[in-house]
C-alpha cells in the first residue's frame, strides 16, 4: 500500500468500526439494513470509487477500490456488496451507457444518495443466464417488460436496476438491457429471501407485469445485453474477490487474538504446533487470494479486463474466505460457534460469496475456456 492507500484505509477502518460493526450482531439478527450506514459510506467517498470526478466518482483505481472493499468487508460481507453491486451498475452505465443516461443515473449513485441492482437471474436461468425468460417486447416508444427476476441483491432498497431481457430470439444474441427505475409501472417486488448469512442484505424477488421502459432506457443495442452483463460481471467478479479477502482476513485476525489469549493445559493454545499449522494455512491462503485480486484489479485499471484472472481471483478469494472462516469456527471452538464472537457470521456471509457473481464451478468454467482457446491458439 502507498500512503495514501494507508491513510484512507486507516481512516475508513475507523469509520467501520465506529458506524458498522457496533451494529452488526443487533442487525444480523434482527435481518435489518440501514440506509443511513450506506449513505455514511457515501459521505465518505467510497459508493463510488473508481468513477471519474465529473459524475461525482472518486477516481480512484481499482486497486484502490480493492483496499476499500477489503476494510468495509472485515467489517459487515453485506454492505461491502450493497457498495460492490452498485459499483457494478455504475460501471456499467460508464462503459455501456448513453451520456445522457449517465448524467441522469451516475451522480445519486456514486455520492450514495441512492444504491444500484443488477438483474440477471430468473428461477430457470441462474447459471445457465443467456437461457433468461424475461421478455421485453417492442411497442411505439419503448418496450413492455414481463418475467421475475430472482435473488437480486438489494432489491427493494436500489432505486436503480439494470435489467436484462429477451428482445429477441433464443440465447445470448437475444439478450437486451434496460435501466429500470423504482416505481415505473408495473414493476414490484416480490418476497424477501429468508436467508443463511447476508442477512443486512436485502434480496428480493423482482416483478415486471407489464412494465413499459421508455427506448431510451435500453443499453446499447437489442441484443448487446449480454455483453453488458458479462463486462459488468469482470468488474464486479474482481470486487466480490475484494471482499472475500476482507472476510477471510477478519476470520484470521479473530482466530490469532483467541488462539494468543485461550489457555488449555496450561499453555496459549496458539503454542500448540496443530494450531500453528492451521493458521499459517489460513494466513498463506487469505495473502496468496489479496495478490491475485491485486493481480485482476490491476487487469481493469489497465483498460483491458484479463476475465480469466478476474474468475480466478473471484474464485480463490472466495473459496479461501469459506475455508478460512471455517476454520477460524474450528480454532474458537465452542465460543466460534456462538453469537458472542463474529466467527460464525462471517462463515455464514462468506458460503454464499461462492454463489454469487456466477458460481465457483462457472468461473472454473470461464477459465477454462480461455485456458482452451489460448493453447489451441498456440497450437
Ligand atoms: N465480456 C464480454 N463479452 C462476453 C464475456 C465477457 N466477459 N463473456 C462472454 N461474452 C460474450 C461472448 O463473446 C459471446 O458473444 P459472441 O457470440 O458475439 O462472441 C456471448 O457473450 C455469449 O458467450 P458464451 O457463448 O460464452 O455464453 P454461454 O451461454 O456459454 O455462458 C457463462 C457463459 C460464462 C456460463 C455465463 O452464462 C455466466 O457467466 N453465467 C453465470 C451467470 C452469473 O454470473 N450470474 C450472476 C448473477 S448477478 C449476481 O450474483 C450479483 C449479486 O447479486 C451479488
Same mark, same amino acid.
Given at each position: ?7 484512507? &484505509? ?62 468495509? $468487508? ?17 460501471? &456499467? ?12 443515473? *451516475? ?49 427493494? %432498497? ?20 434496460? %435501466? ?26 423482482? %416483478? ?25 460481471? !469482470?468488474?464486479?467478479?474482481?470486487? &466480490? ?29 496458539? !503454542? ?27 487487469? *481493469? ?37 456462538? $453469537? ?26 470461464? &477459465?477454462?475456456?480461455? *485456458? ?8
Amino acid at each position: 500500500m502507498n500512503d495514501f492507500q494507508k491513510e484512507l &484505509i486507516l481512516n475508513l477502518r475507523k469509520f467501520c468500526q465506529n458506524s458498522i460493526e457496533s451494529h452488526m450482531e443487533h442487525d444480523d439478527a434482527e435481518g435489518r439494513f440501514r440506509m443511513e450506514i450506506f449513505q455514511g459510506l457515501g459521505d465518505y467517498g467510497v459508493t463510488g470509487v473508481t468513477l471519474p470526478e465529473e459524475f461525482g466518482g472518486a477516481n480512484l483505481s481499482y486497486l484502490d477500490y480493492s483496499y476499500i472493499l477489503e476494510e468495509i $468487508a472485515s467489517a459487515s460481507v453485506p454492505y461491502a456488496v450493497t457498495v460492490s453491486v452498485s459499483g457494478m451498475v455504475q460501471s &456499467i452505465l460508464m462503459d455501456f451507457g448513453s451520456r445522457a443516461q449517465q448524467e441522469q443515473y *451516475l451522480p445519486a449513485l456514486t455520492c450514495g444518495k441512492e444504491i444500484g441492482a443488477f438483474a440477471l437471474s430468473e428461477s430457470h436461468s441462474g447459471s445457465d443466464a443467456a437461457n433468461l425468460k424475461t421478455t421485453a417486447k417492442k411497442v411505439p416508444g419503448g418496450y413492455v417488460l414481463n418475467g421475475t427476476k430472482m435473488w437480486i441483491t438489494s432489491g427493494g %432498497i436500489a432505486k436503480t436496476y439494470i435489467v436484462m431481457a429477451r428482445t429477441g430470439g433464443e440465447g445470448a444474441k437475444g439478450v437486451s438491457a434496460f %435501466i429500470v427505475r423504482d416505481g415505473a409501472p408495473g414493476f414490484s417486488f416480490g418476497k424477501a429471501e429468508k436467508k443463511m448469512g447476508w442477512k443486512t442484505s436485502p434480496t428480493r424477488e423482482l %416483478i415486471f407485469e407489464n412494465c413499459f421502459v421508455p427506448e431510451e432506457n435500453r443499453l446499447l443495442e437489442e441484443g448487446q445485453g449480454f455483453k453488458v452483463a458479462m463486462g459488468g460481471l !469482470d468488474r464486479g467478479r474482481v470486487a &466480490i474477490g475484494a471482499i472475500g479477502v476482507g472476510c477471510a482476513q477478519r476470520a484470521l485476525d479473530e482466530s490469532i487474538k483467541y488462539a494468543l489469549t485461550r489457555q488449555q493445559f496450561k499453555q496459549a493454545i496458539f !503454542d500448540f504446533q496443530g494450531l500453528q499449522f492451521m493458521l499459517a494455512d489460513m494466513a498463506t491462503e487469505t495473502e496468496s487470494s489479496r495478490l491475485l485480486v491485486k493481480a485482476a484489479a490491476r487487469s *481493469l485499471d489497465s483498460g483491458s479486463p484479463n476475465s480469466k484472472l478476474c474468475s480466478m481471483a473471484k474464485l480463490k478469494a472466495t473459496d479461501t474466505a469459506m475455508r478460512v472462516t471455517t476454520d477460524a469456527v474450528q480454532v474458537l471452538g465452542g465460543v466460534g460457534y456462538t $453469537a458472542e464472537y463474529p466467527v460464525e457470521r462471517f462463515m455464514r456471509d462468506a458460503k454464499v460469496l461462492q454463489i454469487v457473481e456466477g458460481t465457483n464451478q462457472i468461473q472454473r468454467v470461464v &477459465i477454462a475456456r480461455h *485456458l482452451k482457446k489460448e493453447y489451441e491458439h498456440h497450437a
